[in-house]
Antibody, heavy 122, light 108 residues
Framework: EGQLVEVGGGLVKPGGSLGLSCAASGFIFRNAWMSWVRQAPGKGLEWVGRIKSTTEGGTTNYAAPVKGRFTISRDDSKNTLYLQMSSLRIEDTGVYYC?????????????WGQGTMVTVSS | SYVLTQPLSVSVAPGKTASITCGGT??????VHWYQQKPGQAPLLVISYDTDRPSGIPERFSGSNSVSTATLTISRVEAGDEADYYCQVWDSTTDHVVFGGGTKLTVL
């Protein structure tokens, strides 16, 4: 079974930047479409964005609230997914999960990381 | 943007059946996935593609999807089923994934 482990969360001031990474194991990472999903404290799940597999172009797509501020990338040689966040806002506070499907390009997310907390506060 | 509407809460007695709905425009034409999330844990996929049950998910969990409403049904509800449940679809118009607002299932 697949496993995802996120690292990099922490406290950052509004307007600042922060990078998250997600290490994958137990499945063929290079074939997987990878996504980030976040959850503000006490709130529901919110899709952040996705990156396709490199063989399918590695193209990205982002939710409107983060477009232009967040960048998703991947390094297939390291089986690692990244989320670079800039111009952070208080409303970006929450737990960030990396997630994917063991079926490659499916959007039924059957593998999730444990989540990492990002707090944007002055 | 595409919107999925779920009831905020559903309550059910142990042993009874719980139904959690997910409304959306022409949702019957989309594939709906359902997640269970317990406090402090990552979401868990319980139903994919409207009706499929991933390995390890009890047969008590089932799904349906028709026209404007998708439904997650949990039969013979147990105390351990108490959690938040989210529906999810892919919106082809925007190429975005969309989650419903979530439903808190309370086992009385």
């Amino acid at each position: 079974e697949g496993q995802l482990v996120e690292v990099g969360g922490g406290l950052v001031k509004p307007g600042g930047s922060l990078g998250l990474s997600c290490a994958a194991s137990g499945f063929i990472f290079r074939n997987a479409w990878m996504s980030w999903v976040r959850q503000a404290p006490g709130k529901g799940l919110e899709w952040v964005g996705r990156i396709k597999s490199t063989t399918e172009g590695g193209t990205t797509n982002y939710a409107a609230p983060v477009k232009g501020r967040f960048t998703i990338s991947r390094d297939d040689s390291k089986n690692t997914l990244y989320l670079q966040m800039s111009s952070l806002r208080i409303e970006d506070t929450g737990v960030y999960y990396c997630t994917s499907s063991l079926d490659g390009d499916s959007d039924a997310y059957d593998v999730w990381g444990q989540g990492t907390m990002v707090t944007v506060s002055s | 943007s595409y919107v999925l509407t779920q009831p905020l809460s559903v309550s059910v007695a142990p042993g009874k059946t719980a139904s959690i709905t997910c409304g959306g425009t022409r949702i019957g034409g989309k594939s709906v996935h359902w997640y269970q999330q317990k406090p402090g844990q990552a979401p868990l996929l319980v139903i994919s593609y409207d009706t499929d049950r991933p390995s390890g998910i009890p047969e008590r969990f089932s799904g349906s999807n028709s026209v404007s409403t998708a439904t997650l049904t949990i039969s013979r509800v147990e105390a351990g089923d108490e959690a938040d449940y989210y529906c999810q679809v892919w919106d082809s118009t925007t190429d975005h994934v969309v989650f419903g607002g979530g439903t808190k299932l309370t086992v009385l």
